[in-house]
């Protein structure tokens, strides 16, 4: 599939990835957290799917080890992601999260906008947690 310049793939999932962890319940209790407790913790959500701000965000299972997401979709309706798989991203640093989304196709239907991307990967922007990771 060709790249096709008109749609914005790092806005796309940007836009998309936000509304995820700042509309996620239980994101921000403060409660501190370990690394692979926060990939799991988000993995889970992900899995269990939802509505959320407008964003419905779904993944088919994830790797119970490496806390890997397989076969995910972010979508607000107009805008849709779909990857093979997505690392789970942790800083500890920052206390943010990010996906490297694997095997990408991201398609947008906003008018003027239209378009589709294939790729090989793409990493969303990190976004604060509502938490501390513990190093």
């Given amino acids: 599939m060709k790249h096709i310049h008109r749609i914005s793939s790092r ?71 779909r990857a093979a798989r997505a690392e789970v991203l942790i800083s500890r640093a920052n206390d943010t999260v990010s996906l490297r989304l694997i095997d990408v196709v991201a398609a947008d239907s906003t008018p003027g906008v239209e378009g589709i991307v294939s790729m090989a990967s793409l990493t969303t922007d990190p976004v604060k947690l509502g938490f501390d990771v513990l190093d």
């Fill in 11 to 81: 806005v796309l999932a940007g836009a998309l990835f936000s509304a995820i962890v700042f509309g996620a319940p239980g994101c921000s209790d403060g409660k501190a957290r370990t690394e692979a407790e926060a990939k799991r913790e988000f993995a889970q959500r992900i899995v269990d799917g939802g509505f959320v701000k407008m964003t419905d965000v779904t993944a088919k299972a994830y790797d119970p080890v490496t806390y890997d997401l397989i076969d995910v979709e972010i979508s607000d309706r107009t805008r849709i992601i």
